[in-house]
């Protein structure tokens, strides 16, 4: 997905901006309830949602059910992160990072709709803001100081994942989208 000119700066700027004002080093982990508290932003799983009946309950949880991970709704000036129960810390990170991520944005929050089924589909879904956020979460998460220090330190993928709650996947693409494994295999190289 082809990105504003200097989308990509502007997202890894924010990155060490933000934790700059976090007080966290521009290569230091930064969490999602973390960036949540500094934006004044509220964050529950599914189960916390008071009053909510057993039936939506379990609709809302079902994981077989992939039309949503979690959604964003402002309540007056603030705003609410509800995600599903997921299975890891990086994924639930992930996924909480993304929805600060369209708000940091100035994203306009999709409008939800429940089907017969009780799957959930939004109803001005853009695909252009998922990319952005998507691409902003990842910065957030894993920014190019963090994964030249992975590589320097020479953390185990495992560790890694761990020491930045993340996931695999998370690390993978973000090693990749920097490029900082081919910029040191050339540096080896010389």
Known sequence: MPFKRGFKSQCERRSVELRKRLGIPEHGPLLADQLAEELGVTVWSVDQVAGMSSTSL???EDQQDDSW???TMRIG???LVIHKTVSSEGHRNSIVMHELSHI???HQLAEACMLEDGSL???NFDQDQEYEADWLAGTLLLPR???VSIRRRRLPNAVACQEYS???DMLNWRVKMTGVDRQFS???AC
């Open 166 to 168: 993340v996931t695999q």
């Open 145 to 147: 100081p963090s994964v």
């Open 77 to 79: 000036p603030k705003h």
């Open 186 to 188: 050339r540096r080896r």
């Open 69 to 71: 991970l979690a959604l």
């Open 104 to 106: 940091i944005l100035g």
């Open 121 to 123: 589909v939004p109803g």
């Open 58 to 60: 379990q609709v809302l």
